[in-house]
T-cell receptor, first 114, second 110 residues
């Protein structure tokens, strides 16, 4: 176990649904990340939070909305998704947001949009 | 921005043989190079990393080499075992910007 947990592990939703992904890290880290992992493509960084402040948003569509209520929890709120949003969504954390920090990943949420 | 290319995309070896995965990066400022292993149903887990002030690092059966001049780094797994079968990702990082390769699916045949 890496100390990063994600729920749910699997999610099926329709295009009109609203759902949320949850991530929790038990490592005392200050930075948290959301990544999208699609088949045969590099991991795509979506959002970065440092000390609960969003520091990066990589041109992610507004149908994805992150929330970081404290340094241990990170949410990804989903609404009106498209089938091409089906992927594995990974959460990660690192001690701080500086160069050379190891990122620790959760197991991911496998999302299927119908 | 940084661009990381990883080869091969799939690799099949016999148990006991060595496996080598190679990555190239484009940003000469990148200074941190981790390797992750992702097993089915799990998130990527760090297996070894190297920083730009080091040319080689070894941990038991795995080793990583870095050639800063050529901007490439490689993962070497010796005496492969079936449990080494997984997808391996390289990454290159400068500051807080980490870019990943597309992954190599390694299969170790018993």
């Amino acid at each position: 176990e890496t100390g990063v947990t994600q729920t749910p592990r699997h999610l099926v939703m329709g295009m009109t649904n609203k759902k949320s992904l949850k991530c929790e890290q038990h490592l005392g880290h200050n930075a948290m990340y959301w990544y999208k992992q699609s088949a045969k493509k590099p991991l795509e960084l979506m959002f970065v939070y440092s000390l609960e402040e969003r520091v990066e948003n990589n041109s992610v569509p507004s149908r994805f909305s992150p929330e970081c209520p404290n340094s241990s929890h990170l949410f990804l709120h989903l609404h009106t998704l498209q089938p091409e949003d089906s992927a594995l969504y990974l959460c990660a954390s690192s001690q701080d947001l500086i160069g050379g920090e190891t990122q620790y990943f959760g197991p991911g949420t496998r999302l299927l949009v119908l | 921005g940084e661009n990381v290319e990883q080869h091969p995309s799939t690799l099949s070896v016999q148990e006991g043989d060595s496996a080598v995965i190679k990555c190239t990066y484009s940003d000469s400022a990148s200074n941190y190079f981790p390797w992750y292993k992702q097993e089915l149903g799990k998130g990527p887990q760090l297996i070894i990393d190297i920083r730009s002030n080091v040319g080689e690092k070894k941990d038991q059966r795995i080793a990583v080499t870095l050639n800063k001049t050529a901007k490439h780094f490689s993962l070497h797994i010796t005496e492969t075992q079936p449990e080494d079968s997984a997808v391996y990702f390289c990454a290159a990082s400068f500051d807080n910007d980490m870019r990943f390769g597309a992954g190599t699916r390694l299969t170790v045949k018993p």
